[in-house]
Nanobody
Framework: QGQPVESGGGLVQTGGSLRLSCSSS????MGWFRQAPGKEREFVAA????????FYAASVKGRFTISRDNAKNTAYLQMNSLKPEDTAVYYC???????????????????WGQGTQVTVSS
């Protein structure tokens, strides 16, 4: 496995949408985490290598959708109805051995991207 690479961050107004991409070199579980200034890193969403199951944090459920295209070794995070509290650096993390009951634990993921900034203006 190699380090995943994120793309797609940017500045958007409240209610807008962004799509983040994460490219990885293996059929690994892919997770998205985020960290806002002064706050701890938190889980956002995860998808296992077959495309199912998927998991979401309560704060983004119904607004964000995680998906993947294994032919391209890429996962996506479609973010709709963005709010100012979604502002953070978003990190993609991958690992081939994420336990099904620990998908939201950052310690389960060994490979992390550099992060991409998402800023939602009010």
């Amino acid at each position: 496995q190699g380090q995943p690479v994120e793309s797609g961050g940017g500045l958007v107004q409240t209610g807008g949408s962004l799509r983040l991409s994460c490219s990885s070199s293996s059929y690994a579980t892919m997770g998205w985490f985020r960290q806002a200034p002064g706050k701890e890193r938190e889980f956002v969403a995860a998808i296992y290598w077959r495309g199912t199951p998927t998991f979401y944090a309560a704060s983004v459920k119904g607004r964000f959708t995680i998906s993947r295209d294994n032919a391209k070794n890429t996962a996506y995070l479609q973010m709709n109805s963005l709010k100012p509290e979604d502002t953070a650096v978003y990190y993609c993390a991958t690992d081939m051995t994420v336990l099904i009951n620990k998908y939201d634990s950052d310690s389960e993921y060994d490979y992390w991207g550099q992060g991409t900034q998402v800023t939602v203006s009010s």
